[in-house]
Nanobody, 122 residues
């Protein structure tokens, strides 16, 4: 059974940083896309970032230049380094995975973690 488990969320002040981690188990994800979506209360899910292998990355417009996605394929882990955080980054962040190419469409992702809360105070 595939599991994606997020960690590293919490409360931070605006301008601060957090690093999210997601460990995948149940299969090897080295050849698949892993990424992050987020959802704030009352809003739709929003694409944050995705990575294929270790070098092909794709970012949502609202986080470009502030967030960095990376992965350690040996550990089946993907990371999201979040810098210069803003109150509008407050959301539940979900780790995702899919076979195939990079995508910003939520429906394209087969596997989802339960999510972790990130709260940015002003």
């Amino acid at each position: 059974q595939v599991q994606l488990v997020e960690s590293g969320g919490g409360l931070v002040q605006a301008g601060g940083s957090l690093r999210l981690s997601c460990v995948a188990s149940g299969r090897t994800f080295s050849n698949e896309v892993m990424g992050w979506f987020r959802q704030a209360p009352g809003k739709e899910r929003e694409f944050v970032a995705a990575i294929r292998w270790s070098s092909y990355t794709y970012y949502g417009d609202s986080v470009k230049g502030r967030f960095t996605i990376s992965r350690d394929t040996a550990k089946n882990t993907v990371y999201l380094q979040m810098n210069s955080l803003k109150p509008e980054d407050t959301a539940v962040y979900h780790c995702v995975a899919r076979p195939g190419g990079l995508s910003r469409m939520a429906d394209d992702y087969d596997y989802w973690g339960q999510g972790i809360q990130v709260t940015v105070s002003s």
